[in-house]
């Protein structure tokens, strides 16, 4: 059944929008704490640049383009609000991780944390506060989430040093160091909001359009094919029972052999055109070249993996391109 559009806004409309914008701005300021603190942890914890780059780039947006897609089709199907909580309140335990970070496998393990938790953030809010506000006063809805967007991101400069030189000046020669203070004290808030968020009632999706939709029956049992349709080497597994002919299986491979031809391609063309020393993962020395062109690689592949299942006829992966 359709009904007009709702005009004015749904009860509750302005605190989902302070919550949503919140969410926001944490997720930002969790995101890009890092930078403000990085010589400390560089000195600290004995690493270089090609580190901190990994941390900055390649664990952080991995996982948290990977984890975008199925957490987005969740939030096709299942309570936003819940899932924005519980989004939250896993970003900011990974963002605490990072206080008690002695290694850079913790550190990256951290970053991958905020990552997956962060990957909610925009399909979930957007969606929910979409339901709360018409549609001839979502600019205004826009302005004030990136206007918070803004704010996280300054913020984490604000917080991050302010928090570690003070902890450095009062606490020198405690076994607690500014820079894990600083991810301490990013990370609490992020609780409380969440505790928020999960009060939150959740409104009828789709009212403000005239298009109200029923929940999903098994909106994880989607969530978790889409994760499977676009991850390497799972994919497979599914592709015959989503119908996939042998021709298009032999041409996912031939795609998959053809990207790591080119990323090996493209590290040597990068090592002959500036060569960099190995990046140390404990006993494991890593080429930072070949580390990255990889990760662009399977970023590509990811692509290929979903326009397959687009192809499909795959209603998970198209709805959440279209979206």
């Known amino acids: ?38 010589p400390a942890i560089k000195k600290d914890l004995n690493i270089g640049d090609a580190e901190m780059g990994l941390l900055y780039g390649t664990v952080f947006a991995l996982f948290y383009a990977l984890f975008s897609l199925p957490v987005g ?129 959740e409104p009828k999706r789709g009212q403000m359009d005239g298009i109200e939709t029923a929940a999903e029956a098994r909106p994880f049992a989607q969530s978790l094919a889409l994760l499977g349709s676009v991850t390497p080497g799972f994919h497979w597994i599914g592709m015959k029972g989503r119908g996939a002919s042998p021709a298009m299986v032999r041409g996912n491979i031939v795609a998959l052999i053809l990207i790591a031809m080119a990323a090996y391609a493209l590290t040597l063309l990068s090592n002959a055109i500036s060569p960099k020393p190995p990046m140390q993962l404990g006993s494991i020395a890593l080429n930072p070249h070949a580390l990255q062109w990889c990760v662009i690689g399977l970023g590509v592949f990811v692509i290929v993996n979903l326009m397959q299942g687009m192809k499909l006829g795959d209603a998970q992966a198209f709805r959440v391109i279209s979206r």
């Open 73 to 201: 089709r969740l939030a096709d199907g299942w309570v936003r609000t819940r899932l924005l909580a519980i989004s939250l309140l896993f970003w900011s335990a990974a963002t605490g991780l990072a206080g008690l970070a002695s290694s850079f496998a913790m550190l990256a393990l951290s970053r991958l944390g905020v990552g997956i938790g962060e990957a909610a953030t925009a399909p979930a809010g957007t969606s929910l506060v979409y339901d709360f506000w018409p549609k001839h006063r979502r600019g205004f809805v826009m302005s004030v989430m990136a206007s918070a967007i803004a704010l996280g991101l300054g913020g984490s400069l604000i917080l991050g040093g302010v928090a570690a030189h003070w902890w450095d000046m009062n606490h020198a020669g405690g076994g607690l160091r500014g820079w894990q203070f600083a991810f301490l004290v990013a990370a609490a808030p992020g609780f409380v909001l969440a505790a928020f968020l999960w009060t939150l009632k």
């Open 1 to 38: 059944m359709t009904n007009q559009p709702r005009r004015t806004l749904a009860p509750g409309a302005w605190y989902a929008l302070i919550l949503v914008a919140l969410t926001n701005a944490m997720s930002l300021l969790d995101r890009q704490i890092l930078a403000i603190l990085a």
